[in-house]
């Protein structure tokens, strides 16, 4: 950075970091553009350090990335980016232009800036009244290290083993297939009942194990049909018990009297 110290712009704004940024991001916009913050990201692409400093061509989005990285600081340190809004604002959405501060004396920073006085790269010492903030790319890197810390002790739950015998045939009862398979068989059976609630009677299927039998679910018992050797044990009618007596009752047997028989 320090080694190009006193560049100066070519006519029409054209520079080299902005020929850099327009190859970068493929939008030849950037070659003759404002190229304070495209200094800095050609120079950090040259350090190795764009991860923690940033490749920006606008200052109020370069602003934003550090508040998101958590970088943002109203401190200066040696290295930290400088961010100002020349009409003495302090949200990031106003900043006009940027710089890297090389030191810091008293309440004065001792800086490095591109785009300076309209042409050229050169040192600065600047008042901090219109300073809106710091990015401090050491912060940027402390917070990307402990991000891959936790990253790497994450580890996948690893459940426990798995026996290689042969278990129970009752280890199934535990297991989601046989669970599912008892809540659909509870479903069916509640649905059977209250159909047959809907249909006014409470009739069990026959396959129940627990069926019951109750006086109305059986069909009413058929007549008893009298003995023909025993009438007397059966339900007739009074006629019929007295139609025959039967043998050693006791009493003689009616005598038939035939038409001639005088007696």
């Known amino acids: 950075m320090r080694q190009e110290l006193g560049y100066k712009e070519k ?21 003759d553009a404002p190229w304070c913050d495209m200094f800095l990201a050609w120079a950090a692409d040259k350090a190795d350090l764009s991860d923690y400093v940033g ?3 606008w200052t109020p989005s370069h602003a934003a990335w550090f508040i ?14 400088v961010f100002y809004d020349w009409r003495g604002g302090k949200s990031y959405k106003g900043i006009d232009h940027v710089g890297v501060v090389e030191r810091v004396s008293g309440k004065k920073i001792h ?4 785009n300076v006085d309209r042409v050229w790269l050169k040192r600065k010492t600047r008042e901090t009244d219109k300073v809106v903030g ?10 990307v290290d402990r991000l891959e810390e936790i990253r790497s002790t994450e580890r996948p739950l690893v459940g426990p083993p798995r026996s290689e015998t042969g278990g129970s045939a009752l280890d199934f009862l535990g297991t989601p297939p046989a669970l599912l398979a008892a809540m659909v068989l509870m479903t069916v059976l509640l649905s059977l009942r209250v159909t047959g609630r809907r249909r006014g009677h409470r009739r069990r299927p026959s396959w129940l194990p627990w069926r019951t ?10 007549a008893r049909i009298p003995s023909p050797r025993n ?5 007739g009618t009074a006629d019929e018990r007295t139609a025959r007596v039967p043998a050693g009752s006791g009493r003689p047997a009616p005598k038939r009297r035939k038409p001639y028989d005088p007696s």
């Not at 054209?14 to 950037?30: E, I, L, M």
């Not at 009438?231 to 339900?235: E, M, N």
């Open 55 to 57: 490749e920006f061509a």
């Open 111 to 114: 800086t490095i800036e591109a």
């Open 231 to 235: 009438p007397l044990a059966g339900d």
């Open 134 to 143: 710091y990015g401090i790319p050491r912060l940027v890197k402390e917070n």
């Open 68 to 81: 998101q990285q958590g970088a943002w600081t109203q401190k200066p340190e040696p290295g930290a980016l």
């Open 11 to 31: 006519n029409g704004q054209v520079t080299k970091f902005g020929q850099w940024y327009a190859d970068r991001v493929q939008d030849t916009q950037y070659r």
């Open 213 to 222: 039998t109750r006086p109305h679910d059986d069909p009413q018992p058929p």
